[in-house]
Structures are given as C-alpha cells and as structure tokens.
C-alpha cells in the first residue's frame, strides 16, 4: 500500500490523476524540479529556519529522512520530555506519514503551525493543515489551534515591521477535517488502480499549476485555451459550455480587438497589419535606445525597502541607435552580495542620456525605475527625465500586429520567432527571465559555493540573455518599421 505524505495528499485533493502520476511516475521530467523551483525550495527551507528561531527552547527531529520509524520514536520520547516546541515532529497514522513544521505546546493542547515563505494563507495551506490535524488526532495529540506562520508583505528590510505573520486557520481546518478520511480512503483505492481518467478542467490550474498540463491539454493551435486573454479562468467557463474550439466561439460573443484579429489571422493564415502602425511607432522616433532589465527576489529581503519576494534591479542591458545606423550597447550586472541599485541607476542614468527615447517591452522597466528614483532620492531627477523618455513597444504590437504564430500571446518570445525568425535564444545558455533572476541570486549571494571558472561563465552567461533581450527589440522594431512602411504603402 502507498503511504500518503502531505504533498502527495495535496497534489491527491487537486487530482487524482495528478497523484496517481506522481506515485507511480515518480521519476517523470514533469516531476523534476527545475532551477527555479529548486530556488524556491531554498527559500522555503530558509524561512523554515527562521520561523524556528522564534520558539525558543524548540527541538528539531533531526534524523535522515528515510527513517520513518527512528524519526516517529524520535517525536514521541520529545513529546514526552515537555519540550515547548518541536520542529518536523514525525507522525503515521492512517496509511499517512507526515513531519509538522511547528508543533507548539500550549496550556490548552498543541498549536500546529506550518511555516510558509507565502505572503498570505492558500487554499492549499488548508489542505496541508488538515491532513496533519487528521494524523495527528489517530497519533493521540491534542490539537487545539492550527496556525499559517507565513510572511509578512508591510515587512521592509532591514527590520520594519515583523518578518512573519501567525494567521489563524482553525475554522477553515475543522471545516474540511470532516472530508480527510474519505478523501484518504479513496486516494488509496485510486492508487491500486490504473490511472484514473480525469477531464482536465479549472483544477488544472488551482491550487497551483499542474506540471502534467503538456500531457493532458490538448496541443491543438485551434484549443479555446490559445484565444489572446483567454485566461484559464475564460478558458474552462467555454469548456463548460461545450466550446473547445476557437471557432466554436458564438458569433455574438463580445471579443477584444486583439481577439478578433487573432480570429481574422487564423482564418486567412496570415499576418495582420492594421493600418496606423507607422503612427503608432512615431513615439520610437529619434535617437531611440532599448532597455530591460533582470531583478532578483528573495523570500527573506536582503536590501533595504525591499518586502518579501520584493523584487530588485540587478542587471540592465542597454543597445542604442547611433546617428549613423550602428548600435552601441552596455550590459551592467551587479557583483558581490551589496545592494547595487545606487551604482546601477548611475550607470543607467549615464548610458541613456544621450537617447531622445527609450524602448521598453512592457511596464516592467518603468515601475523598476520609479521603485529607484524612491530608493536613490539624490537621482530622482535624472532617473525621472529617463522615465520621460521611455515607450513602451507592447501595445504596439497588441494593437496592430497579429501572426498565427503568436498563438495568442504577445511576449517578446513568441512574437518574435515569427516575426524576426532569424534570432532566436537557441545559442544561450539561459534563456528565461525567470532562471535569470535565480541565477543572479546565486552569483550575488552564494558566488562561494560556485567554482571560479562556472562564476565567470555564468556571469557572461547572464550577460549574454539580457543582450539577446535588448537586441530582439531592436530587431522587431525593425521589422515593426517594414511592417508599418508597407501597410502605409497599401492604404
Ligand atoms: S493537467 Fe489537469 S487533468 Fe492532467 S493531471 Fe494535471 S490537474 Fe489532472
């Protein structure tokens, strides 16, 4: 018989179907944790520490993981000797083991409190907690308040505020323990069996993203999911009425412009380009420079203003057009663990002031740079001058530009392949804003555990990717300008 854990009862709540591939796919690429979800677990076990540090007198199970049974004894003989709190207390009951991150001793029972690097409770936090208050009332512990120790977003390093918040979720707890058993009993009886069917739907996407959605969402360019803005929400509210296609759509239904070309495009399996894009690219007029930055964000906040998860400017990259056609380019990334911002904004700041404007692809650089002028008062006006200079390419593209290609988004990635073909990301290393924030966090942070020769690689590494950014806007710009000549050309 399988022995649940609380993930496994977690993912067994989202879909059975999701849990049955985990338990007997167990070794599946879906499952494989990635740089950035490794990160994350990173952060998390930080924040574990940390919430520990606040029940003084607490004693940690400290005993190799796949020793249920030593790390089960290990908890009864603490529970017994009245220790005021014990971190990963062990516990199997039901078919169900389970370590409970907190388990405080009060005068009344026993808090159970899980630590979370979240800045609010979840859905699944509820799961999580009942599943242990269920195992822990079999066990004979008496729990008589269940808490989230999660983090608290008004926190501002260094120090403003209280890094965490106890959020009390007793009710919600005892409002799904009543399930837990049946939900065990038929978790268990799925698992004998072969994989279950099971229609994908909203529980695809909630609690969390499922990483089996490739293999059960259909590849079909025509799904109702690639609709532009069809968020999974819209998407699952047309499966439930029966429209599983695009062109299932009802005639009368009320689209987005972008929608409708993206409907237009499709149909005549070609490019759309509405009149007005030599207009609307007037404001990328002049001596025109292309920003982006890289940030990072850490659950525990390590430069000052910065929240939980706040995120931070660490790397900008920079190409300029030059009077003569040519294009000059700055890469800046920071070194070593100190904030760098003060030293970035300079830099900036001397980098692009000779621009009449500024592209950017989307808000991103705008709020990054507001966030600066805040942080480094004696630069405001300078930075704020930049911000005056900055144009956003996006709604551009949104407004008149649609490619079957897109597949019904306007990232700068899926646009430009079928715009600009001939640049891809392929030759790079990293290739995802989300690995590069993780990857600057490991050079800036934890550079000593790296080799010396893999630090300098992947510094140029980083440096290459957000290049390669700055440089696919200035191609699609390009492409964006023959696009315009050419429609003007038609009208
Ligand atoms: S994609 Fe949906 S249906 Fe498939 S395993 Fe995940 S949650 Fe279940």
Known sequence: MVLLSKSKFVSGCQCPKLLWWTVHEPLAEELQPDKVLLDRFDQGRLVGELARERFPGGLLIDLPHHDRDARVAATARTLASGAPAIFEACFEAGGVFLAVDILQRTEAGFT?????????????????????????????????????????????????????VRTDIT???????????????EMARMLEGDNPDQPIGAHCFEPRDCAFMPRCWPDDPDHISTLYNNGPKRSVEYMAQGIHSIWDIPKAKKLPPAALRQLRALRENRIIVEPGL?????PFEGRLGYLDFETVARAVPVWDGLAPWGQATA??????????????????????????????????????????????????EKTRIAELQ???????VPLG?????????????????????FKGSFSIKRVLNPLVPELTYNDLVIVDGLVASVEIARLLFVAHKIPIEERD????????????????????MGRLRELGSMSSSEQ
């Open 278 to 282: 030599a207009q609307a690219l007037i």
């Open 385 to 405: 001058e930049l911000l005056g200079k900055l144009a956003d390419l996006l709604p551009v593209v949104r407004n008149y530009v649609y490619h079957p290609g």
């Open 171 to 185: 009710e919600a707890v005892l409002a799904f323990l009543p399930s837990v058993p049946g939900r065990v009993a």
């Open 315 to 364: 790397q900008f990259s920079y190409h300029e057009e030059q009077p003569d056609g040519s294009y000059t380019h700055v890469g800046w990334l920071a070194e070593g663990p100190g904030d760098p911002r003060r030293e970035l904004a300079e830099r900036l700041i001397e980098a692009t002031k000779h621009a009449r404007h500024i592209a950017t692809y989307s808000a991103f």
């Open 112 to 164: 159970l409190i899980e630590a979370k690097s979240a800045t609010s409770v979840k859905d699944d936090h509820i799961t999580d907690a009942a599943i242990q208050a269920w195992v822990l009332a079999q066990a004979g512990v008496s729990v008589t308040r269940v808490e989230v120790m999660h983090l608290n977003k008004e926190y501002r390093h260094p120090g403003q505020g209280d890094l965490f």
């Open 457 to 476: 690689r992947l510094r140029q590494d980083l440096l290459s990717y957000c290049e390669r950014d700055t440089w696919a806007m200035v191609r699609l």
């Open 374 to 380: 805040l942080l480094v008062p004696d630069l405001a």
